[in-house]
């Protein structure tokens, strides 16, 4: 709120009541391909746990393809995730013009934590028995999320950012969205802690929640 002044003809003006912005840092263009570059990696850096060793023997070679099969579930889930991900970061920058310092930070630390899911996965993969491995693997995708919902309720409450107003409807299935995906891998920590690698088994409920949240999404629109 702006003091009250002075006018040049001696009456005092009333309080100017004015919505406060943040200086803006420029366009997302560049913070958008920053992201999907880290995502391709991040994606690409899966792959490189997947391999077989040449000039095995009928017998070897089966044994090798069984022993690569956690590998290759780790790489299918988080490929889901990323993917996921990506098309949620996409979805958050899609009507925004301009980003602030806050975005920035948020988004930068996201990525950090979208190239950091390759390490859990090889946890996952080569010692799932271990129950740390669910829980640092449930850590990172939860923290991710969470820094998601964030960005999407900082970018819905700073319409001077976004080319139009978002849909309320739009934002409120995001946010159910996203914030279903941190509390599912959140309570996997603890549940982990318990049954051990059991715990991956309820990441399944994510299946029906997300197709009912797709639903009122095209609903909504």
């Not at 995730?81 to 975005?103: E, K, N, P, T, Y």
Request: aromatic share 8%.
């Amino acid at each position: 709120m702006t003091p009250c002044h002075t006018g040049t003809d001696g009456r005092t003006l009333p309080n100017v009541v004015r919505m406060r912005k943040r200086a803006a840092d420029g366009g997302p263009e560049r913070l958008v391909a920053l992201a999907d570059g880290v995502f391709a990696i991040a994606i690409t850096l899966l792959v490189l746990d997947l391999g077989m060793e040449p000039g095995l023997s009928d017998e070897q070679y089966h044994e090798a393809l069984r022993e690569l099969l956690p590998n290759l579930g780790a790489y299918a889930i988080s490929l889901v995730v990323l993917a996921g991900f990506w098309r949620d970061h996409r979805m958050l920058f899609h009507s925004v013009r301009q980003v602030d310092s806050q975005v920035i930070t948020l988004t930068l630390l996201g990525l950090g934590l979208a190239a950091l899911v390759p390490f859990p996965t090889v946890l996952v993969s080569e010692y799932a028995r271990e129950s740390i491995s669910v829980v640092v693997y449930s850590a990172v995708v939860a923290a991710l999320g969470a820094v998601h919902l964030a960005l999407l309720l900082l970018i819905s409450r700073r319409p001077w950012l976004r080319n139009e107003e978002e849909p309320r409807g739009d934002v409120t299935i995001s946010a159910l969205d996203m914030g279903f995906t941190v509390a599912v891998f959140a309570v996997t920590i603890p549940l982990a802690l318990v049954i051990g690698s059991a715990a991956m088994w309820w990441w399944l409920v994510l299946i029906p929640v997300k197709v009912w949240l797709g639903k009122r999404a095209e609903e909504a629109r």
